[in-house]
């Protein structure tokens, strides 16, 4: 499965950007999709995650209330809607695919697929 990430860009402290990830086949029922971020000199971190069903969504704590994680499963394409960016959001954007279980959704290791990544800035 191929994954294609966008719509990452430059944006203020306080703005909103929505990165979409589109994979190449059908993933609904199959596989739960997440997003992780890594900035520079750090780790990759989880942000967001959504069950094969779309039933649940899983965030971060940082990102809580902030963010939103969907799936539009008739495109093949999952979104992470990201409101009140801040300068610390800062990082390169990747969506994964796993087929593990949700215990496990924050752990990249479990992440077979992995899109290109796609960069946001926030300037303060």
């Known amino acids: 499965v191929q994954l294609q990430a966008s719509g990452g860009g430059l944006v203020q402290a306080g703005d909103s950007l929505r990165v979409t990830c589109v994979t190449s086949e059908r993933t609904s029922n199959r596989y739960a999709v997440a997003w992780f971020r890594q900035a520079p000199g750090k780790e990759r971190e989880f942000v967001a995650g959504i069950s094969r069903t779309g039933g649940y969504t899983y965030y971060e704590d940082s990102v809580k209330g902030r963010f939103t994680v969907s799936r539009d499963n008739a495109k093949n394409t999952v979104y992470l809607q990201m409101n009140s960016l801040k300068p610390e959001d800062t990082a390169v954007y990747y969506c994964?695919?796993?087929?593990?279980?949700?215990?496990?959704?924050?752990?990249?290791?479990?992440?077979?697929?992995w899109g290109q990544g796609t960069l946001v800035t926030v300037s303060s």
């Open positions: 994964a695919l796993t087929r593990a279980v949700q215990s496990a959704y924050r752990d990249p290791d479990q992440y077979i697929y």
